[in-house]
């Protein structure tokens, strides 16, 4: 596919899903998820309320009819209908009247952002309240009568998500997950969600090496559910990417798992310096995403995220103001191309074992003395590829049945891509076998 396509597709898919009011339940995710299925398909899965998730129980079912604060002549000042961020997430239903100072406590405002509305939850404390801009706020008329009306449900129902596995040779298995439960926020995490369903699309048409398990999860609770419902299939887990925010304008950077070198962080350091880009490294990070609970003492996946613009990096985080002005299609291409890269350097690193561990083996009889290229060596760090003649070399000599390519690569400086291609050459010379 080409980028054009892959473009178009993107951008179709935030404009879709943007207006969609998500939240850790309810029908907007349903909804989200029905319109990612028909990019890829995967299943859904229903939890019901009630189903306890180690510390933490699977909430009553959140969904929204309307909601509004209107003046004395009836007109909306407040209104869920114009933008879903104007209600806090899980509001309890309630309709009545009030002065401004009884309103007022209901009410939150980002001074310091004073277009911007937040984004703000009570998914465990039964209220209700709304979100406005500052300036919003300030126009209110104090001595007014205002008429509210959250039209709300909160009744046992189900936690919603989205899984599939794609089985793979190697015996090795990496989780691939996002969340699906914010609302009108475009970077976070709208992004997150597009990007995954693409890179699934990608990995369903492929002959994998690995096995892959994707997850469209609410976060936290989500996450939590999963892990419970599926410890066995969790504890084989190799490592995991936690995808979110990754349509900003700013610099690509990526989280760090607990580890720090576990092979995850490896494979997204490699992927990063043979792209030439210079990388915001993020530690990690306990107040994070959902690797908070895949990297819990219980579980311990490492997991790294590649983003552009982090959470809690950019100031509109949070608010309405990361929109589809803020979060755009060619910069999520942008990153996804560095994920497809990094699940190709992860599908490339296998090991090999000589099978002419004595001395150098004689190319020229096997047809494997390069033809091309040249008699100079160069700097494989330097060009998009190195010489091949010293890319076998390295390979024959490295080729121990314990060191994978991963290793060869961090030490020679030779792209996995190219190591892996000439690594085939090799096996079907009869020099080589695969080990792992």
Same mark, same amino acid.
């Given at each position: ?30 909804q ?25 129980t699977? #909430? =009553?079912?959140?969904?929204? /009819?309307?909601? $509004?604060v209107?003046?004395?002549? +009836?007109?909306? %000042?407040?209104?869920? !209908? ?31 952002? #004073? =277009?911007?509305?937040?984004y /703000?939850?009570? $998914?465990?404390?039964?209220?209700? +309240?709304?979100? %406005?801009?500052?300036? !919003? ?42 969340y ?6 475009a ?10 369903t ?57 989280k760090?798992?607990?580890a ?30 959902d ?10 996946i ?87 003649l ?7 000599f ?10 060869i ?28």
């Open positions: 596919m080409t980028d054009t396509n892959i473009l178009h597709d993107v951008d179709a898919l935030l404009r879709q899903l943007f207006p969609i009011c998500r939240s850790i339940t309810g029908n907007g995710v349903r989200s998820l029905d319109i990612l299925r028909a990019t890829a398909p995967f299943d859904v899965v229903e939890v019901p309320s009630g189903t306890p998730s180690f510390d933490w699977v #909430p =009553d079912e959140w969904n929204v /009819r309307d909601a $509004y209107a003046d004395s002549h +009836g007109r909306r %000042l407040i209104d869920f !209908q114009q933008n879903n961020l104007h209600l806090v997430s899980y509001s309890e239903p309630y309709e009545g009247t009030l002065t401004f100072d009884e309103l007022h406590p209901r009410l939150y405002t980002l001074p310091d952002l #004073p =277009d911007a509305i937040p /703000r939850t009570s $998914y465990y404390n039964r209220t209700w +309240g709304f979100c %406005l801009s500052q300036n !919003q706020f300030d126009a209110l008329d104090r001595n007014e009568l205002y008429t509210v009306k959250v039209d709300t449900t909160l009744a046992p129902g189900s936690l919603t998500y989205g899984e599939t596995f794609l089985p793979g040779k190697s015996g090795r298995e990496f989780l691939i997950t996002t699906c439960c914010h609302p009108s926020l970077n976070d995490n709208l992004s997150g969600m597009v990007l995954l693409l890179l699934l699309r990608e990995l369903q048409a492929r002959d994998l090496w690995h096995s892959y398990r994707f997850l469209i999860i609410p976060e936290t609770i989500g996450a939590l559910t999963w892990l419970a419902q599926n410890e066995e299939a969790a504890r084989r887990v190799s490592g995991a990417y936690v995808i979110t925010t990754v349509a900003g304008p700013g610099a690509i950077g990526f760090r798992s607990f720090g070198d576990h092979l995850i962080d490896r494979i997204t350091r490699l992927t990063f310096a043979e792209a030439g880009l210079s990388v915001t490294e993020y530690p990690f990070d306990a107040n994070g995403s690797e908070r609970q895949f990297s819990s003492p219980g579980f311990r490492a997991c790294n995220t590649i983003c552009k613009d982090k959470y809690y990096e950019y100031p509109y985080y949070h608010t309405s103001l990361d929109n589809l002005d803020f979060a755009k299609a060619d910069a999520l291409v942008e990153t996804l191309k560095l994920y497809f890269q990094a699940i190709d350097n992860l599908e490339f690193n296998r090991t090999y074992r000589s099978f002419n561990p004595k001395g150098e083996p004689m190319l020229g009889k096997r047809g494997l003395y390069p033809q091309l290229g040249g008699a100079i060596r160069q700097s494989a760090a330097g060009a998009a590829y190195g010489n091949e010293d890319a076998i070399r390295w390979l024959m490295y080729s121990d049945g314990q060191t994978p390519l991963l290793d690569a961090e030490k020679t400086g030779f792209p996995l891509r190219q190591l892996h291609e000439v690594a085939q050459k090799l096996v079907a010379g009869g020099l080589l076998e695969l080990v792992g």
